[in-house]
C-alpha cells in the first residue's frame, strides 16, 4: 500500500480531514514559507489529530534549523517524525532524536544511479537510525511546497532499493501515474491539494482515494 502524506497543514479541520481520508502521515511547516505554523498551531493540530485518528503519524517539516530547536520543537509539539528539507548533512540527521525523513532535491540531469548512489551512501550513516527518503524535485532557492514534477522515472530503481516518497507537483489528477511509473513506497502533497493557496477538503479526499484506486489497480 502506498502510504500517503499530506503536507503544509496549517488548521486542524484540514488535518482531521486528511486523517478521516485515509492519510498516513500530516506534515506541517516549521521552516519559513507561506504554510508556517506556529508551535501553539502545531502542538493544537498534532492532539487533535492523535485524539481522533492515532494511525496518522505528524511529521514536522524543518529547513536547516539547528539539531537543538528541531529536537525540542519535536517534543512540544508531539511529532512523530522529523522531515529534513534542507541542506543538512548526513552527519546532522544523527543528531535528530525522532524517526526521519530526509529529503533530496534531484535536478533533471541526475541519472537514476546517481540518486542511488546518493541514498546508499545516506543509508550507510543512517544505518541505526530510523528513516525515510522523501525525494522532489530541485529548485533553485527552494526546499519543497513549489508544485513543480521531476521525472518520476528517475526514482524508480531507487524506489526498489529503498523507502522512498516522492513529492513535487502530485495532484488527484496525475498521482495515479506517478505511483504505476516509480512504484514508490510513499507520496506526498501539499499545493496539488489546494485552491488558491488554502488547503481543499475535497482535493484532500480526491488525492487519497486517486492514490487507493491506483493501489487496487497494481495488484
Not at 502506498?2 to 481520508?21: D, M, N
Not at 505554523?37 to 505528524?58: D, G, M, N
Not at 485552491?195 to 482535493?203: L, V
Request: aromatic residues 6%; proline residues 5%.
Amino acid at each position: 500500500m502506498t502510504r500517503v502524506k499530506i503536507c503544509g497543514i496549517k488548521e486542524e479541520a484540514h488535518a482531521l480531514v486528511a486523517a478521516e481520508a485515509g492519510a498516513d502521515f500530516i506534515g506541517l511547516v516549521f521552516a519559513p514559507s507561506p504554510r508556517q505554523v506556529t508551535l501553539a498551531q502545531a502542538e493544537r493540530i498534532a492532539r487533535v489529530v492523535k485524539e481522533s485518528h492515532p494511525a496518522t503519524e505528524v511529521v514536522g517539516l524543518f529547513v536547516n534549523a539547528s539539531a537543538t530547536e528541531v529536537n525540542t520543537t519535536a517534543d512540544l509539539c508531539h511529532l512523530d517524525w522529523v522531515q529534513l528539507s534542507g541542506d543538512e548533512p548526513w552527519e546532522y540527521c544523527l543528531e535528530i532524536a525522532k524517526p526521519l525523513i530526509k529529503v533530496v532535491h534531484i535536478s533533471e540531469h541526475r541519472n537514476p544511479q546517481e540518486i542511488g548512489d546518493i541514498l546508499a551512501y545516506g543509508a550507510s550513516i543512517l544505518n541505526k537510525q530510523k528513516h525515510i527518503y522523501l525525494i522532489d524535485s530541485f529548485t533553485k532557492g527552494k526546499y519543497g511546497g513549489t508544485g513543480k514534477a521531476f521525472n518520476w522515472e528517475l526514482a524508480r530503481q531507487a524506489a526498489k532499493q529503498f523507502p522512498v516518497i516522492i513529492a513535487g507537483g502530485l495532484t488527484p489528477e496525475n498521482v495515479a501515474q506517478a505511483i504505476k511509473t516509480a512504484s514508490p513506497w510513499g507520496v506526498d502533497v501539499s499545493s496539488g491539494v489546494e485552491i488558491s493557496g488554502t488547503k481543499h477538503p475535497a482535493r484532500i479526499r480526491a488525492f487519497i482515494q486517486a492514490v487507493r484506486r491506483a493501489d487496487d489497480e497494481q495488484r
